[in-house]
């Protein structure tokens, strides 16, 4: 599969990757900036850095560092990427993501699959008075921001990254801290079980490593109890990078850095606002959708680019799905060369099993990418991947077909509604993917109302 690997910095990018010392920093940035592989750079230049001092001291412990990402996806192109782009020397690079680099630490011990969790929720959303998925999500939301002692700031703590709507006012909060969320704790205290939480928490209290750098990708999706584990596995001179973009959150986590025990001084704030990635009327599309998000200070909103001369305007697909794939089909063969250019196809849901058949009959061949621990090396250059999974990728032409109210379910959701948000950062964030050509497909009246709030001006609709 294509992927990124030696790569010029710009000189945005450059101006972040010369500085290099010890301590926190912040790399913000929008969509399609260059924020991972700037890391990856710089990440090269913080292992020399720290090479010369071992010599410098006549030390024969090998230089560490961590690269978490969020998604196995993402951990194995990212892989590739630091395999490029690191120094040979006595260095140990550990890529990987939260959850497997915290359980792995821990010596692999059985993980709750929050089965409790979602029971309790369900059973008390109606005396809450909040939805079932919802109540779920924010009983998530609490765990994983506050460590247990802590649980009763929740009450009256500001709920970052929640957005405005549904309101959770104070006896709200205590309802689900007294009929969920402690609940949930006693269960796991009397059954000895412990949840992914859990092992954030447990790596907080005892060092396990002792990291000279770390880089942590796509960092809005990890909690606040997440970061401060990481934080617990530095060592006492360190270099840590924290890559960020709120506008691109699709997860419901929020933390502010002072929490999480990070201090980030003015000049270990960086930002990157140019896209490279994607062409102007692509950045337009995705740029539509993200109007409707309420960003913070480490959000960036998508850049717009100068018009372009002979850059593909997307496509939206209105028809029937097989006619939908029929079109994509014909579209792959007649414009792209998959010797040289990648295609990947997204769906909500992963729901690729008809897809897969008609790609096979077509003689084309394809690689399921979703939740992969290694970036496929073959030369297929047609990947299936789930929006999720696709955070952090890029693809030369991005299909969305078979787009339905069960993927992207908006219902009455509005503005300041953190459901809502999250379905326009989610799609935003997959029409992103794309460099050269995106295509959205729906069959009518089955169209999540989402899709009404992309700029008609930005794509071209072609009924199949």
């Known amino acids: 599969m294509k992927k ?52 410098r001291t006549e030390s024969d412990e090998p230089v560490r560092a961590l690269v978490l990402t969020f998604n196995k996806t993402l951990r194995g192109y990212i892989k590739e990427l630091v395999a490029a782009n690191v120094p040979d020397g ?53 765990i994983s921001r506050f460590p247990p002692s802590q649980l009763d700031e929740y009450l009256t703590c500001r709920r970052d990254g929640r957005g405005a709507s549904p ?71 360190h270099a840590v990078s924290f890559i960020i973009d709120t506008a691109q959150r699709i997860y419901a986590r929020g933390f502010t850095w002072t929490e999480a025990g990070i201090s980030i001084r003015p000049e270990s704030s960086h930002r990157l606002s140019v896209n490279y990635r994607n062409t102007p009327p692509i950045a337009r599309l995705a740029s539509s959708l993200m109007q409707n998000v309420t960003l913070d200070d480490d959000g960036t909103a998508p850049s717009l680019l100068d018009p372009l001369e002979g850059a593909a305007i997307p496509v939206m697909l209105k028809g029937f799905f097989h006619s939908q794939v029929d079109w994509a089909i014909d579209y792959i063969k007649n414009k792209v060369d998959l010797r040289s250019e990648s295609v990947a196809f997204l769906h909500p849901k992963g729901w690729f099993t008809y897809l897969k058949t008609r790609l096979v009959d077509a003689g084309l061949e394809f690689v399921e990418v979703t939740q992969k621990r290694e970036w496929p090396e073959s030369e297929v250059n047609i990947a299936l991947c789930t929006l999720h999974s696709a955070k952090g990728l890029d693809f030369d032409h991005v299909f969305i077909i078979g787009i339905n109210q069960d993927g992207l379910p908006e219902g009455q959701f509005d503005l300041g509604d953190e459901r809502f948000e999250m379905a326009c950062r989610l799609l935003s964030m997959a029409i992103a993917r794309a460099r050269m050509q995106v295509i959205l497909g729906f069959k009518p009246g089955e169209q999540p109302a989402i899709l009404a709030r992309l700029d008609e001006a930005a794509y071209q609709e072609i009924a199949v």
């Open 90 to 142: 006595k260095v140990i690079v550990t890529v990987d993501t939260f959850g497997r680099w915290a359980n792995s630490t821990l010596g692999g011990p059985n993980i709750d699959d929050g089965e409790q969790l979602e029971a309790l929720a369900r059973a008390h959303a109606g005396t809450i008075g909040l939805a079932p998925d919802f109540l779920l999500s924010e009983s998530e939301y609490v």
């Open 167 to 237: 309101r959770v006012e104070r006896g709200t909060r205590e309802e689900i801290l007294s009929q969920v969320i402690r609940p949930y704790m006693d269960w796991k205290a009397k059954n000895g079980c412990i949840d992914w939480n859990d092992t954030a928490i447990l790596l907080t209290e005892r060092r396990y490593h002792s990291y000279d750098i770390v880089v942590v990708d796509e960092s809005q999706d990890f909690s606040a109890n997440q970061l401060r584990a990481v934080m617990s596995q530095v060592a006492e001179e």
């Open 4 to 55: 990124l690997t030696n790569v010029t910095p710009s000189p945005e990018q450059y101006t972040i990757i010369k500085r290099v010392r010890p301590g926190a920093e912040v790399i913000r940035g929008s969509a399609g900036s260059g924020k991972t592989t700037t890391a990856v750079l710089k990440l090269k230049l913080m292992l020399l850095w720290f090479l010369t001092r071992r010599l």
